[in-house]
T-cell receptor, first 114, second 115 residues
């Protein structure tokens, strides 16, 4: 079975700082990877996803993530954060071949100080 | 408007009193799923359905039932709720019958308190 680890539980940054949120997964085969975001009071929504091709994936609102297969990682990055990026961020994985489960990490709460 | 709706949005109940949380999507999606969100545990998948009459267990199915008699609806049933089922529940759907690489569209959530 697959699993996801997000080691940063709460990250606090000032506006314009650079962001990197860690995500590591565990699974023996090929995977699809996702980052979802939950803004305060809003639905969860997709930020970006990787399922094949270029391991550097660009998403909405200036976010990007890099899939490093050798490290089983899919870290989320943004060069300069804004106050509006305050939210909870979830990494998720699902096997490309196998079960149809989507497994989420425990989430990282990001607080941006103006 | 394309959306996933859940009802009720808030529910307080007592231990053992059967309840149903409804989920409906108007996007003709094949895959539907239920998650619960708990502090420090993130989202955990309860059940999912790849199409009508096809359902399977997620990571935390104990104490829950689901049915998928119609494509648009995927109710979550708690036959005998217990306090450890107090949580925030999300329904989600995605276009094809396989989750692989698909974006999940989430409902607004149902906050359940079991006394």
């Amino acid at each position: 079975a697959q699993s996801v680890s997000q080691h940063n539980h709460h990250v606090i940054l000032s506006e314009a700082a650079s962001l990197e949120l860690g995500c590591n997964y565990s699974y023996g085969g090929t995977v699809n990877l996702f980052w979802y975001v939950q803004y305060p009071g809003q639905h969860l929504q997709l930020l970006l996803k990787y399922f094949s091709g270029d391991p550097l994936v660009k998403g909405i609102k200036g976010f990007e993530a890099e899939f490093i297969k050798s490290k089983f990682s899919f870290n989320l990055r943004k060069p300069s954060v804004q106050w509006s990026d305050t939210a909870e961020y979830f990494c998720a994985v699902n096997p490309k071949f196998g079960n149809e489960k989507l497994t989420f990490g425990t989430g990282t709460r990001l607080t941006i100080i103006p | 408007e394309a959306q996933v709706t859940q009802n009720p949005r808030y529910l307080i109940t007592v231990t053992g009193k059967k309840l149903t949380v409804t989920c409906s999507q108007n996007m003709n999606h094949e895959y539907m799923s239920w998650y619960r969100q708990d502090p420090g545990l993130g989202l955990r998948q309860i059940y999912y359905s790849m199409n009508v009459e096809v359902t399977d267990k997620g990571d935390v199915p104990e104490g829950y039932k689901v049915s998928r008699k119609e494509k648009r609806n995927f109710p979550l049933i708690l036959e005998s709720p217990s306090p450890n089922q107090t949580s925030l529940y999300f329904c989600a759907s995605s276009p094809s019958g396989s989750i692989g690489g698909e974006t999940q569209y989430f409902g607004p959530g149902t906050r359940l308190l079991v006394l």
